[in-house]
């Protein structure tokens, strides 16, 4: 009886909560209305509008009866989605000094990772930690990397080869290695590696965080401070675990850095660069700097896995669904490379059709295709309609992407759109959403591209990817998983070498590697 009268408070006191953040936001409307979208019930709002799988698909549907800018009200807050690509030109990039904020996400805080990238704040910490980011990852930089890539992508094809049924955690374990190699020159050694390990754990424990409706306390704030006893409302255990693994991934790759930087056996890579640059700075400024790079580089060797391993199961999917498009692929590659030889970025100017393939399939299936929240940090009145600080705004990248008008018949796999009539890449200007907007796009995305790039080509110069049958004979099937990150599920399917000469050009490859 007593639990039933907790119960009642509770929901009582969160009615409260709710009812005080609608009639503040009321006063500060000045009587412009919110975006158009589903009416809101009293005190819930749209809470049981707001879809839990393929939510852009749905609010892509939702945009044909509204409009491309839709809001909706959940617990007291606004949720704004922009589902066109001048609504999110307008907001995140002309006024992106209002709209590059993220929201706090309570659980977050809890584990005390706001350090990350990815969470930071936009000011003065979000600068220093976007330069680091940004100057690592560009194309430039890249350049220093990819022998190191072209070499890995080889090791790939040779796992391949071994247990292809694996193919999926082969891709997985070859963007791990990449990325350490390449932040932290370190060697990983195989899928029980520990930075490996750390970063998978991470990566899975924040995307189930933050998935809507997933955690009361990114809901309820105040729950963040209900004691340890109270263990179905107790988020502490939780936390502490996610702060442990966080720390890990922070410091373990730099400590290594730092260590071999010391005995002189250090590699190239992003980190020991940074660090050797704070080398001029002195005191509490040199100090700010390492830690800043160890937050940053900490963030991108986590943030972008879900993502990449969703592109390339995507590639495989769609390679293995059009047998057409893969065939006309291998002849590319083929006629550039002899077939004496793997491709090499080197190659990339010529082999244009490949590369409308890796764009095609971002465009067809974008791995996080309702964008990751910005948050305002002003009151703003766009086109007539009222978006309160603290709103949360969502690009629908999927609605900007089949968008029929810019890529006629949205759903067809078809990299011919990216060619003009010479067979040449055309002037695209509209996937670039596929990694957000403004001043938050993502700064993984030169690296993404490279990768999408070097693993097509060169998977496609040796195996042919094809449907397995089905036990039952029932047709192929595919789905697709709807959290933040989207990718293919698990699928089926055949990876053989097309023949005995691209068997020996992956054993050959092995052998100068080893
Ligand atoms: C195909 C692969 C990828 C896609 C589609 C993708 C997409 C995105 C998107 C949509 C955002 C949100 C941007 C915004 O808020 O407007 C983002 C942010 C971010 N991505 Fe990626 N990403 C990919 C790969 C990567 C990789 C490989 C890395 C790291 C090496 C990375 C690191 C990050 C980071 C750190 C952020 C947060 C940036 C910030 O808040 O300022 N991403 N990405």
């Not at 998935?211 to 255990?237: A, I, M, Q, T």
């Not at 957000?436 to 690296?447: D, E, H, I, W």
Request: contains cysteine; proline residues 7%; charged residues 25%.
């Amino acid at each position: 009886m007593a639990f039933l009268v907790t119960i009642n408070n509770l929901l009582l006191f969160l009615s409260f909560l709710v009812a005080l953040k609608v009639l503040r936001n009321y006063r500060r409307r000045r009587g412009f209305p919110y975006p158009p979208g589903p009416r809101p019930l009293p005190l819930i709002g749209n809470l049981l509008d707001v879809p839990m799988e393929s939510s852009w698909l749905v609010y892509t549907q939702l945009a044909k009866k509204h409009e491309d800018v839709m809001s909706f009200h959940v617990l007291g807050r606004v949720v704004v989605i922009l589902g066109s690509t001048k609504a999110t030109k307008d907001l995140f990039e002309k006024r992106g000094h209002i709209y590059s904020d993220r929201p706090p996400i309570p659980i977050f805080e809890m584990m005390g990772v706001q350090w990350s990238l990815l969470l930071t704040s936009y000011g003065k910490l979000f600068h220093v930690r976007r330069k680091i980011a940004d100057r690592g990852f560009r194309p430039a930089s890249l350049t220093h990397h990819r022998a190191m890539q072209e070499t890995r992508v080889r090791v790939l094809t040779a796992r391949m080869l071994d247990t292809p049924h694996e193919w999926m955690d082969h891709i997985e374990l070859f963007h791990g290695e990449q990325l350490l190699a390449m932040t932290y020159g370190y060697d990983a050694k195989g899928r029980d590696d520990r930075l490996i390990d750390a970063a998978k754990k991470l990566s899975e424990l924040g995307t189930r965080s933050s998935l809507p409706g997933s955690l009361l306390v990114n809901e309820f704030r105040f729950l963040r401070h209900v004691p340890e006893w109270l263990p179905w409302l107790s988020y502490k255990p939780l936390a502490r675990f996610g702060h442990a693994l966080a720390e890990k991934v922070k410091d373990d790759p730099m400590k290594f850095v730092r260590e071999s930087m010391q005995d002189g056996t250090a590699r190239e890579s992003i980190a020991s660069a940074g660090l050797k640059e704070a080398e001029i700075l002195s005191g509490s400024e040199r100090e700010g700097q390492e830690r800043a790079i160890s937050e940053t580089l900490g963030t991108m060797y986590t943030a972008g896995t879900d993502t990449i391993l969703a592109s390339l199961m995507s590639f495989v999917l769609a390679v293995l669904l059009h047998p057409g498009v893969q065939r006309r692929a291998q002849g590319e590659i083929d006629a550039v490379t002899g077939r004496e030889r793997f491709p090499t970025f080197e190659d990339r100017p010529s082999l244009p059709f490949v590369d409308a393939v890796c764009k095609e399939v971002l465009r067809w299936r974008p791995p996080a295709p309702l964008h990751v929240p910005h948050a305002a940090t002003e009151d703003h009145v766009y086109e007539g309609f009222f978006i309160p600080k603290g709103a949360w705004l969502l690009g629908n990248i999927w609605a900007i992407l089949h968008d029929p008008d810019v890529y006629p018949e949205p759903e067809v796999f078809n990299p011919e759109r990216f060619l003009d009539s010479n067979g040449s890449l055309r002037d695209d200007f509209t996937l670039i959403a596929v990694y957000g907007f403004g001043k938050r796009v993502c700064p993984g995305r030169y690296f993404a591209d490279a990768t999408l790039f070097i693993v097509a080509a060169t998977v496609l110069s040796v195996f042919n990817i094809e449907k397995t049958r089905n036990s039952d004979d029932s047709p192929f099937q595919y789905t697709f998983s709807g959290g933040l990150v989207s990718r293919p599920d698990p699928f089926p399917c055949s990876i053989t070498p097309r023949d005995k000469k691209a068997e020996e050009l992956i054993i050959g490859a092995l052998m100068t590697t080893a």
